[in-house]
């Protein structure tokens, strides 16, 4: 590419202010009579009396949360823990502390990923590829 070959490209001045009645912008400059706004610049978050930040609550409390439609995910791999032939349910994944009490309403599935090698009998949704692992295994799902 060369100089000459440059697309040219038009650059917009800013509208000159407070040059005279003919120039659209004149006297005023485009700010009206009077009042603070004209005199000067307003703070960011002005809103009158009261600052913006004074009006907006004091923090979200956990009412204000929305809980996510999607469950909790769990590795295959995590459920190695647990001891051959034991019942994997929802209760036995929060006594081994493997998940947390307060997503609990979100619920849990178990993917296929990593591998696992004792046989257990899960109650827990789980993935097709989960299922085929946990069978390999020698374990069990139900109504998963």
């Not at 307003?42 to 600052?51: H, I, Q, R, W």
């Not at 696992?116 to 020698?138: C, D, F, N």
Request: proline residues 3%; hydrophobic residues 35%.
């Amino acid at each position: 590419m060369k100089l000459h070959e440059l697309i040219r490209v038009k650059i917009k001045s800013k509208k000159r202010l407070g040059r005279g009645i003919g120039s659209g912008r004149g006297k005023t400059s485009g700010r009206g009579t009077k009042g603070q706004k004209a005199r000067g610049k307003m703070p960011v978050g002005f809103s009158g009396d009261v600052a913006l930040f004074k009006k907006l609550p004091k923090r979200s409390g956990e009412g204000n949360t929305k809980i996510s439609g999607k469950p909790i995910v769990l590795d295959l791999a995590a459920l190695d823990v647990f001891k051959k032939n034991s019942v994997v349910d929802l209760e036995e994944v929060l006594k081994m502390k493997i998940i947390n009490n307060k997503n609990i309403k979100r619920g849990v599935k178990i993917l296929g990923d990593g591998e696992i090698k004792t046989a257990l009998v899960v109650k827990l949704p789980v993935s097709e590829t989960a299922r085929r692992k946990i069978e390999a295994a020698g374990g069990k799902v139900i109504n998963g």
